[in-house]
């Protein structure tokens, strides 16, 4: 992915951060070359006997080690159209891992389900899941890779802006391990 400025020049906060041994100083992504950043992610493929397929992703190899030794073989020889009764077996089948990462890996699978069942019934799956309720849905951009730096965030902005977004979703760099010093720099990211 190539990308004008740092993809990840500072990585998000995260609750650990409060312990000061396990913050970083920056994100986890390899650098490959100039402006280019290496990305791990996964894509999960349910296939049919009948060819119909659902894929649904991307996730994290934790979440793909939970999918092939927890909940694999819930799928296989059972009816992939029988959506809640899957999700219900997986959840069950996950007496200690009901939340995080177990339940990403159920939401993955959930979501592969959904796809293959809007595929198989020719659907998209907003109507099989009871139709529109509203005409349209606002629209947002999200600045995950853009800088946090001030200057460069209203430059962002003023670009979302001159597009035809009414809103953005940025991601704070501080937290409440960052002090009052931490809060005032998002304020002044927010102010700009």
């Known amino acids: 992915m190539e990308h004008e400025e740092p993809f990840w020049e500072e990585r998000l906060v995260r609750p ?3 312990y000061p041994e396990h913050r970083s100083a920056g994100g986890d992504k390899k650098k490959t070359g100039p402006g280019l950043y290496s990305m791990d992610s996964r894509f999960l493929e349910i296939q049919t006997d009948d060819g119909v397929t659902g894929i649904s992703g991307p996730f994290s190899k934790i979440e793909a080690f939970i999918i092939d030794t927890q909940l694999r073989e819930l799928l296989i020889g059972n009816d ?3 959506i809640e009764l899957i999700w219900d077996q997986m ?3 996950s007496i200690h891992g009901r939340k995080g990462e177990t ?12 796809d ?5 019934f020719q659907q998209p799956v907003f109507r099989l899941l009871g139709g529109p309720t509203r ?4 629209a947002y951009a999200s ?3 853009y800088s946090v730096e001030p200057k460069k965030a209203n430059e962002r902005v003023r670009e979302i802006i001159s597009q035809g977004y009414k809103a953005s979703k940025w991601f704070f760099r501080h937290g409440p391990a960052s002090g009052i010093e931490g809060v005032n720099t998002n304020i002044e990211l927010v102010e700009a």
Do not use: E, F, H, T
């Open 143 to 145: 600045c995950l890779q």
């Open 135 to 138: 005409d349209s849905i606002p």
């Open 80 to 82: 992939p159209l029988a």
């Open 91 to 93: 959840y069950r089948s």
């Open 16 to 18: 650990i951060d409060i």
């Open 103 to 114: 339940m990403m890996a159920i939401s993955v699978v959930d979501c592969g389900l959904w």
């Open 116 to 120: 293959l069942k809007g595929k198989a």
